[in-house]
């Protein structure tokens, strides 16, 4: 079976670091992506990591550990414009040649100042 | 700048209607997707397309078809509409290989 778990909620004030746990069992891997989901709008890229270790870009960093099935988002200084939902999916392979994406439910992000 | 549309924004259509929800992309791009988003499930593929007329089921298929005549063009059919179908639906595109850009999603409320 598939499943990824992620938290539902969280909160954290502005300035503040969070880190944004996901937790996946899948049939196979070819690799895990973070989107970001604002209230009402279409989810948006943010990260993508297919081998082990931290991926930085600005203030988003995602880390991913392929033998512990598990990956995390790292949001630094925190601005109120972050409060979203962030979605954790994962790449597998159905079939040789095409991938299709299981995503988790997502974890809803508030801040506060 | 790269974009996928989707014809509506919000619909409302009756229980045993037939419904399209029509997605388009302007990048060129080989695959499309189609996912519906429930609060608690998170978002579920219902089809997908990695070529003009190839199809393939995703998790949640029942109840839907697709089409997929050009390239651009990848449209969701819902044959007789159930309550059941009240959904978020959002398209989305790809190369091969990367990461999937979405459109800006169809509320559907089916009465």
């Known amino acids: 079976g598939q499943n990824i778990d992620q938290p539902t909620e969280m909160t954290a004030t502005e300035g503040a670091i969070v880190q944004i746990n996901c937790t996946y069992q899948?049939?196979?891997?070819?690799?895990l992506f973070w989107y970001q989901q604002h209230a009402g709008e279409a989810p948006t890229f943010l990260s993508y990591?297919?081998?082990?270790g931290l991926e930085e870009k600005g203030r988003f960093s995602s880390f991913l550990s392929r033998s512990k099935g598990y990956s995390y988002l790292l949001l630094k200084e925190l601005q109120m414009k972050d409060s979203a939902s962030y979605l954790c999916?994962?790449?597998?392979?159905?079939?040789?040649?095409?991938?299709?994406?299981?995503f988790g439910a997502g974890t809803r992000l508030a801040v506060h100042p | 700048d790269v974009k996928v549309t989707q014809s509506s924004r919000y619909l409302v259509k009756r229980t045993g209607e037939k419904v399209f929800l029509e997605c388009v992309q302007d990048?060129?791009?080989?695959?499309m997707f189609w996912y519906r988003q429930d609060p608690g499930l998170g978002l579920r593929l219902i089809y997908f397309?990695?070529?003009?007329?190839?199809?393939e089921k995703g998790d949640i298929p029942e109840g839907y078809s697709v089409s997929r005549e050009k390239k651009e063009r990848f449209s969701l059919i819902l044959e007789s509409a159930s309550t059941n179908q009240t959904s978020m639906y959002l398209c989305?595109?790809?190369?091969?290989?990367?990461?999937?850009?979405f459109g800006p999603g169809t509320r559907l409320t089916v009465l």
């Open positions: 989305a595109s790809s190369l091969e290989g990367h990461s999937e850009f």
């Open positions: 899948t049939s196979g891997f070819n690799g």
């Open positions: 990591n297919v081998l082990d």
């Open positions: 999916a994962v790449r597998v392979a159905p079939r040789r040649g095409y991938n299709k994406l299981i």
């Open positions: 990048m060129d791009h080989e695959n």
């Open positions: 397309s990695y070529d003009v007329k190839m199809k």
